[in-house]
């Protein structure tokens, strides 16, 4: 118990696994945690006077447990025995050889192979100030990179990654940290953070002089200080040491675009709105990589779209290329089809856990190297061709596997039979004496029942007595004398002869000496490509984007998509545009693909149209075709041009939106704020219904005077999608707004929707006809038209009596007579004291008080 205490005292915030015998024991708090989030049984042990709470596993169940424990984020330090106990003088020694927690999991079954875990660190002012530093480590792959964030973009940055675990100083428990989602919070000292330190760690750690070879700068102190407490960290969950990590990269904002979580969510990138499955995302429609490498890269790639037109231009050559040239692409594939996962295989490697199965993968994954480089041996584009320059056959690693393991090899290393025949020649002869004293075993059965004349006599084994000469009870008296009794069974006896014995001895010491034996030369074969781990490394890097660059080229061939112009000019052109995923829900023919233009002049669209015309689709489609084209991708339409884009804002008004069901008015006009704040004329904003979710004054007021901000103020391209038809009349007064409704035709009293977006707003809003078509009873769609009608009327009649329309500029206050109470507010109003979100708020409220 003394050791228990000793080891909770240094693990206050982990559940010990204490190794006894063939169990993992919880104790005290520890057990009644373990019983309720397992339902262990929970037991109970003397301790003295009192009784002292145990639950316990069994170890061959560990991996179970652990992988309940871990998605319930929690952490679990593993205490082994480390002596022998049958060695050990009175206690025998455990200590923690290994720690579980959510961010250092290595365990296949625990893991999901098509994207990264990450264990995130950060560190920075406590007071808010500047920005801090994000260091992201998968330890499963070894990546490890490094990055100033600003405390404002920390939340995005974070959502983007998702790490499961995020490291944090032990004083900033006393602040929640947005954007920290679902991962678990490790809370340690502050010291950990002090960059000094941190950074002699970390040249410790790579051994390296200092860090400025890695790319460090002078101002980048909060860098080395979350890189570095990630590595100390490391040494606390991997006590024996973690040699599988690689030096950190630093990344510089200003090459990826940061995508905000709305925008993640709204266009449906890795995750849908309604859920977690992969199903209807962009993803899952690029999803065609054919290593698990690839898959991981291709999630990143879609969450970080580049800025720089050359960097793009380079990824769209490489795809170009293969994806006009079919063979190319074909073998490719092809030659990447039998890679596994290289980067975990390295790291296991270099960890020393490696399995004889896992040798035998890494082996067979390098033989599919060089018909790779074969495939790209005819690349012109200087991306492939510097991908295909940086392979490496690999023919010594391989070799040395090959000549090693036995191809039929076991899951397991204890299970024997690891080493190939022909590779060692003492073992060679230890496997052919125990063999043949195993074939004289067999054989003896027929000497022996012709010598005694017993026919039913047997030779059989088992773990416990080993080899031994098996009579029923009935015939056991006519067994010679120089039988030995060994066990007596209900119905048999069994027994050994003096040269059963010698024999058997000689099988079950030759069987241990080949275990030990084996376990020598696996050991030494993964020290032998454990220094080559580097190497395989770089090799998978270059596979990863391969495989990215393929996937993509296919995509667009089985999809018909096509290369887009990208540059660095202002206007997007899309012609014959489609939404990549919707359309593939679909009929190909029945998706209408659209035309969208945005420049200069006309850089504002509002798009109107009824309930289900197709305005979000639309919409969304912009936003996905953008992104792709900065991905490096092809995009699904006919042609496109793409000035690149700084960000892209997607909002969808309180009612759209599935993500929130609580979502309130004040939650979508936070977040219309957060856009007036930072789009910046090269953003791409994507407004859908804003303004839904209050009155309909309200809304429309709130409509109207974002899109006006955006206009003069922003200058961003901006796609506003809205039923509110009266938003339309903007562009008799806004030079850059221009007007598009997605077409509807009226057959009788029924509306067929055309899906095709044409210049000029919807005139109405056709509610009364998607009601009908939505099913509504007729009785109550002819008495909706028949108020609809009434109405309408009555608006015309006070149009004439100039009645108010917030779409008109100060329309709404110069009436004479009498200050409305709602101008006396206005006339208190310093608008240069006021944020655009409060400004929001209170022009809400004025409308509401202009209305009475
Ligand atoms: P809105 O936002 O105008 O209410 P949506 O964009 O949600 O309409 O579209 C409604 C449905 O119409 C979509 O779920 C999709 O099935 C279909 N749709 C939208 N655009 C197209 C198109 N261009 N071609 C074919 N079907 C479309
Ligand atoms: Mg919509």
């Not at 679990?76 to 050990?88: G, N, T, Y």
């Not at 250092?104 to 406590?126: E, I, K, M, P, Q």
């Not at 495939?375 to 991306?383: D, G, H, I, N």
């Not at 850089?603 to 075709?625: C, D, E, F, H």
């Amino acid at each position: 118990m003394q050791q228990w205490r000793e080891v909770k005292a240094r693990h206050p915030d982990a559940l010990i696994f204490f190794r006894v015998g063939d169990f993992y024991e919880l104790f005290n708090e520890d057990a009644v945690e373990g019983s309720k989030l397992l339902g262990l049984t929970l037991t109970s042990r003397n301790n003295g006077s009192s009784k002292a709470p145990l639950a316990g596993i069994p170890v061959h169940a560990l991996e179970n447990y652990l992988r309940r424990l871990v998605g319930f984020g929690k952490r679990v330090a593993i205490c082994d025995q480390v002596e022998d106990p049958a060695l050990a003088k009175g206690l025998v020694r455990r200590a923690v050889t290994e720690m579980v927690t959510p961010g250092a999991v290595f365990s296949d079954a625990l893991l999901d192979s098509r994207r990264n875990n990450y264990l995130a660190a950060v560190a920075g002012d406590a007071a808010g100030e500047g920005d801090v530093g994000l260091a992201l480590a998968d330890l499963t792959t070894g990546e490890l990179t490094v990055r100033r964030v600003d405390w404002d973009e920390l939340p995005d940055v974070l959502g983007i990654h998702q790490p499961a675990e995020l490291l944090l100083p032990r004083t900033w428990e006393l602040f929640p940290l947005p954007g920290a989602g679902k991962a678990t919070l490790t809370y340690r000292g502050d010291w950990l953070f002090d960059p000094r330190g941190a950074a002699e760690e970390l040249t410790r750690h790579f051994r390296v002089a200092n860090l400025a070879g890695y790319g460090f700068e002078s101002g980048d102190q909060w860098l080395a200080a979350a890189c570095g407490a990630l590595v100390s960290y490391l040494g606390e969950v991997q006590p024996a040491g973690f040699a599988g990590l690689r030096p950190p990269r630093v990344e510089r904002p200003g090459t990826a675009m940061v995508l905000d979580e709305m925008t993640r969510r709204n266009l449906e990138l890795v995750e849908t709105l309604r859920g977690t499955g992969a199903d209807g995302t962009l993803l899952k429609v690029l999803d065609e990589p054919c290593t698990p490498m690839g898959s991981r890269l291709l999630r990143r790639w879609l969450l970080a779209p580049l800025l720089k037109p050359d960097h793009v231009q380079a990824r769209l050559d490489a795809v170009g290329e293969l994806f006009d040239d079919d063979g190319m692409r074909r073998a490719v594939r092809d030659a990447l089809g039998g890679v596994k996962d290289l980067e975990r295989l390295a790291v296991k490697v270099g960890a020393g856990r490696a399995t004889p199965r896992e040798m035998l993968a890494l082996s067979a994954s390098l033989s599919r190297v060089p018909p790779l480089m074969e495939a790209l041996a005819p690349a012109r584009a200087s991306m492939v061709a510097v991908l295909r320059d940086g392979l490496e056959a690999m023919d010594d690693v391989r070799g040395a596997i090959e000549a090693a393991v036995d191809p039929e090899a076991p899951v397991s290393l204890g299970d024997g039979g690891v080493i190939r025949a022909g590779h060692h020649a003492d073992l060679d002869e230890l496997r052919s004496i125990r063999d043949g004293a195993v074939d004289w075993i067999a054989r003896l059965q027929a000497t022996e029942r012709e010598r005694t004349g017993i026919g039913s006599l047997k030779v059989g084994f088992n773990r416990v007595f080993g080899y031994y000469l098996e009579v029923t009870r009935l015939q056991s008296d006519r067994v010679p004398a120089d039988y030995h009794r060994k066990q007596t069974l209900a119905n048999a006896e069994r027994y050994y002869t003096a040269e059963l014995k010698e024999w058997e001895e000689k099988v079950l010491g030759a069987e241990e000496r080949i275990g030990s034996l084996e376990q020598r030369l696996f050991a030494e074969l993964r020290e032998t490509v454990a220094r080559e781990v580097p190497r395989i490394q770089r090799v998978a890097d270059h596979v990863a984007v391969v495989d990215v660059l393929a996937a993509l080229a296919e995509v667009a061939v089985v999809r018909d998509f096509v290369r887009p112009v990208v540059d660095g000019g202002f206007a997007l052109e899309i012609r014959g545009g489609r939404h990549p995923v919707v359309e593939t829900m679909m009929p190909r023919e029945d998706f209408i693909p659209n035309d969208v233009k945005l420049d200069e002049a006309a850089r504002v669209m509002i798009l109107t149209g009824p309930n289900m015309a197709g305005k979000s689709t639309t919409l969304r489609q912009v936003g996905l075709i953008v992104l792709l084209a900065q991905v490096g991708s092809f995009v699904p339409a006919r042609a496109a041009h793409v000035g690149v884009v700084d960000r892209i804002f997607t909002r969808v008004g309180a009612s759209d939106n599935l993500v929130r069901g609580q979502s309130t008015f004040m939650v979508e006009m936070n977040e219309t704020a957060a856009i007036l704040h930072g789009a910046t004329p090269r953003s791409l904003v994507l407004l859908d219904e804003i303004g839904r979710g209050t009155s309909t004054w309200d809304g429309l007021s709130v409509a109207t005077a974002t899109t006006e901000h955006l206009h003069d103020q922003v200058g961003a391209k901006t796609i506003f999608a809205t039923h509110y038809h009266e938003l339309t009349r903007l562009d008799e007064r806004l030079a850059g707004v221009v007007n598009f409704s997605v077409a509807v035709r009226e057959v009788g009293e029924d509306i067929v929707f055309l899906r095709r977006l044409v210049p000029g707003g919807a005139d109405r809003s056709y509610g009364v006809e998607v009601a009908r078509l939505a099913g509504l009873p007729e009785s109550v769609v002819d008495r909706a038209r028949q108020i609809l009608q009434e109405l309408e009327e009555q608006s015309a009649a006070q149009a004439r009596g100039g009645a108010p329309d917030p779409t008109l500029q100060l329309g709404l206050f110069d009436g004479g007579g009498l200050p409305h109470p709602a101008v006396e507010r206005l006339r208190q109003i310093d608008p240069n004291a006021v944020t655009p979100m409060q400004a929001l708020v209170l022009l809400a409220d004025l409308v509401k008080q202009a209305k009475g």
